[in-house]
């Protein structure tokens, strides 16, 4: 099941350059939240930060506090620990490109020390029926490598793969902008079915897309979290003026 994700007081930093200014945002469990705004308001490294990959990147650090569900994601957890609860889904599909179909999906299982064929096995079939591409798959799982597919397929591999070690949470950073509208149709109806079992955050540059798949968004300008409130609200009434410009395309 999917679990909340709470956020107090985050700033984030590339060495002395500060890109995020004291996010505060409590996103719902089991529910598809968007983040939007213009390109370098932060939406990616506000993602980053939650699954502290944000870190890794040579003098970036963060402050505040995060916590997925139980977890203080800055309190001593590890990343290893961390990344089995939250997934995460980037822009380009990257699966493993020699790897077969099969072995991209179990790879982060293999990893965790996961051997048990018939186990593997079942957890494969079944991370692949939910991101929708069993059925394209299942007759060449150990024939086909990832890179054979197409970029829509190559995706909801990724997916796949993110799915399989059971995660609660789910982070797609503009997941389907390498894609073309029946891939990105068949992803956002994809993220549908997911949020019943997983909490997931999409980063989107698609207002309908936020529109189609979120119950909440949150916008972003020059690293700070302007507002956040039920899509709707901010698609067809927003409180700030600066979401109004936005959503109504006056900038951006
Ligand atoms: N690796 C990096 N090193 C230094 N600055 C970065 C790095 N990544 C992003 N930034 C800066 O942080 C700000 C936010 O970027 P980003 O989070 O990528 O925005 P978005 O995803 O909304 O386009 C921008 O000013 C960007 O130039
Ligand atoms: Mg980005």
């Known amino acids: 099941m999917g679990v909340g994700i709470n956020v107090e007081h985050l700033n984030a930093f590339y060495g002395k350059t500060q890109a995020l200014f004291d996010v505060n945002i409590a996103v719902a469990a ?7 705004g213009p390109s370098g308001c932060g939406k990616s490294t506000f993602i980053r930060c939650l699954n502290r990959m944000h870190e890794t ?11 997925i569900g139980d977890l203080g ?12 609860r939250v997934g995460m889904v980037f822009q380009k599909p990257n ?16 990893l965790n020390g996961f051997r048990k064929r018939k186990q593997l096995d079942e957890i494969v079939h079944k991370s692949l029926h939910s991101s929708a591409l069993w059925d394209e798959v299942k007759d060449h799982l150990h024939k086909k490598s990832g890179a054979s597919l197409s970029g829509g397929q190559q995706q909801r591999l990724c997916i796949a793969r993110a799915l399989a070690v059971q995660p609660e949470v789910l982070l797609m950073d503009e997941p389907c902008s390498a894609l073309d509208p029946i891939s990105t149709g068949k992803i956002e109806e994809l993220i549908f079915q997911l949020k019943e079992q997983y909490t997931i955050v999409i980063v989107t540059h698609n207002m309908q897309q936020a529109a189609r798949v979120a119950e909440f968004t949150g916008f972003f300008l020059l690293g700070k979290m302007i507002e956040f409130d039920k899509t709707e609200k901010i698609f067809t009434n927003p409180s700030d003026k600066r979401t109004e410009d936005y959503v109504t395309g006056r900038f951006g």
């Not at 990147?57 to 916590?67: D, F, S, Y």
């Not at 699966?95 to 293999?110: C, E, H, Q, R, W």
């Open 57 to 67: 990147i040579p003098e970036a650090r963060v402050e505040g506090a995060v916590r």
């Open 73 to 84: 994601v800055y309190n001593g957890t590890s990343a290893t620990q961390l990344r089995r």
């Open 30 to 36: 089991n529910h598809a939240t968007a983040l939007i």
């Open 95 to 110: 699966p493993f490109p020699t790897m077969s179909i099969y072995d991209n999906v179990a790879a982060g299982l293999k």
